[in-house]
């Protein structure tokens, strides 16, 4: 199985509502993407966060199946429309167990 986790740091411009919307459009992806074990987001309360505000996990069946969800039409559609637009930072890490 293979753990993805992402990190976002928006913009100052971000809103509450851009930033559910992305929210809502991850939490989506998890019936639209094969090989998607779990999925979950969700906003960050950590002090040790360096600043970053909300964290995505999700659980794949294998390198596969990570290998195929970036480039999906259904992830690419959040990346593009929902988090860039907004996006100060993020940070992402991957690894297997």
């Known amino acids: 199985m293979i753990i993805h986790v992402v990190l976002f740091k928006w913009t ?3 809103t ?15 019936t639209k993407i094969p090989g998607i074990i779990d999925l979950s987001c969700g906003t960050n309360f950590s002090e040790r966060s ?9 659980k794949f069946t294998d390198k596969t199946a990570l290998e195929a969800y970036t480039p999906h039409p259904d992830h690419q559609a959040v990346v593009q429309n929902l988090i860039k637009p907004i996006l100060a930072e993020i940070l ?3 690894y297997e167990v």
């Open 12 to 14: 100052e411009e971000a």
């Open 16 to 30: 509450p509502e851009a930033i559910a919307a992305v929210l809502e459009g991850l939490k989506e992806l998890k």
């Open 50 to 58: 360096q600043g970053f505000q909300h964290g995505l996990v999700v």
């Open 92 to 94: 992402a890490v991957d």
